[in-house]
């Protein structure tokens, strides 16, 4: 049997428009907490609650998107997000105070949530459902690349420039991102009377996707322990004496991820997500347990390279469980559910693991991090992995 293509034009376009969006909201993510203690000698709780602000603005309007989507159309809410968001990043130009600016993040994290659920409910309309596991796959590489390029970018933006810079090099990640949306093809799908009678009204299950709520609770919980290393890192390898060492983790897991990315897809494509998912909460809690321990150079960078494998794998086959158990018209609802709970994982990972390091210290902390993380692996299973065998995803 032939397999169905999957570089199509939109499977392209929409990629690059995922990655421009990342860069658009990691640009300014890793660099909002010193800009905000700079320019308006601000403490170092107002400086997290302005980067962490966005992230409320994503969840808030997550749930939302999830329904709307289906009455506004997935490309015309896609042109709505990236439109809002160029406009909210020009609107840093005049954040005078720490009051506009939290303004402007929460809103700007609801414009990053429209186009975000638009992009993901995209991607699931344009990949073979019998290669969802390689083409999500291959998507979320955009994510990974974000991850990378962005905090290496800003910091070297706003070390021999200034915060303007990096605000101009958000402007024009949104203006490409808004110039190629024209450029797709892909066609709204058309509810039959039947199913836009299930998405009217004001029910429940029409702003989150009851379906997709087992695995985005394990992903949310998995994200939680993946953000304890993003934003404990340079404190961490501060106290460890691996500052150096640590500037390029990130390069490394993110090499890894993109080496690793290919095969995960095909192996969730081949022998499904228990195939994939139970090794890779095993192998995430191993990254997490050397991180703790690190001691020299070979075992944090050991752990970035354990870290690329086990949560590239989970990231990746999270959002494509979600979308595989839902029929195409709720395919929103889904992709929007599980990033409603990602986002909340990423959001209270700080203030948990933050709260648990002057009781354990840091490398407790990250121990009981990686505890919690292989206890995942009962979560797993009792959510969604001991049905897989008895149930069938949804076809197209």
């Not at 994982?345 to 840091?362: D, E, N, Q, R, T």
Request: hydrophobic share 55%; net charge positive.
């Amino acid at each position: 049997m032939t397999k169905q293509k999957l570089w199509t034009r939109d499977f392209v376009i929409v990629t690059v428009e995922n990655f421009l969006i990342a860069m658009n909201f990691l640009l300014f993510l890793a660099v909002m907490s010193k800009f905000v203690t700079d320019r308006f000698d601000a403490s170092t709780t107002l400086a997290g609650l302005t980067a962490g602000i966005f992230i409320i603005g994503a969840i808030f309007v997550r749930p939302l998107c999830g329904r709307w989507i289906h009455h506004v159309g997935q490309t015309k809410m896609l042109y709505v997000g990236v439109a809002l968001s160029l406009a909210l990043t020009l609107a840093y130009f005049v954040a005078n105070s720490p009051g506009v600016l939290l303004v402007i993040r929460f809103f700007h994290g609801a414009a990053f949530g429209v186009a975000h659920v638009a992009t993901g409910t995209i991607i699931a309309a344009v990949v073979p459902r019998e290669r969802y596991g390689e083409g999500l796959g291959y998507y979320t590489l955009s994510q990974i690349l974000g991850n990378a390029l962005a905090p290496f970018a800003a910091l070297l933006l706003i070390q021999y420039l200034n915060f303007d810079a990096v605000t101009i090099a958000c402007a024009i990640a949104s203006g490409v991102g808004l110039a190629i949306i024209p450029f797709l093809s892909v066609k709204d799908l058309e509810l039959t009377d039947e199913q836009r009678t299930e998405v009217e009204g004001f029910k429940l299950s029409n702003y989150i996707e009851p379906a997709a709520i087992p695995i985005a609770v394990v992903g949310m919980v998995i994200y939680l322990c993946f953000t304890s290393i993003i934003t404990f890192l340079a404190l961490y390898a501060q106290e460890i004496g691996l500052v150096d060492t640590a500037s390029v983790f990130f390069l490394v897991y993110a090499t890894v991820v993109f080496l690793a990315r290919p095969f995960v897809g095909r192996r969730f494509d081949g022998k499904g997500e228990n195939a994939v998912m139970y090794p890779a909460i095993v192998i995430l809690a191993i990254a997490l347990a050397i991180f703790s321990q690190a001691r020299n150079s070979v075992m944090l960078l050991l752990s970035a390279i354990i870290l690329g494998v086990g949560f590239g794998a989970v990231q990746a086959s999270g959002q494509t469980i979600a979308v595989k158990l839902v029929p195409p018209h709720r395919m929103g609802l889904a992709t929007s559910t599980f990033f409603m709970f990602a986002d909340i994982g990423v959001g209270i990972g700080p203030v948990l693991c933050g709260a648990a390091i002057p009781h354990l210290g840091y490398r407790g902390m990250y121990l009981a991090v990686a505890c919690v993380t292989a206890g995942c692996l009962v979560l797993y299973w009792a959510l969604h992995g001991r049905r897989v065998g008895a149930s069938k995803t949804v076809t197209r």
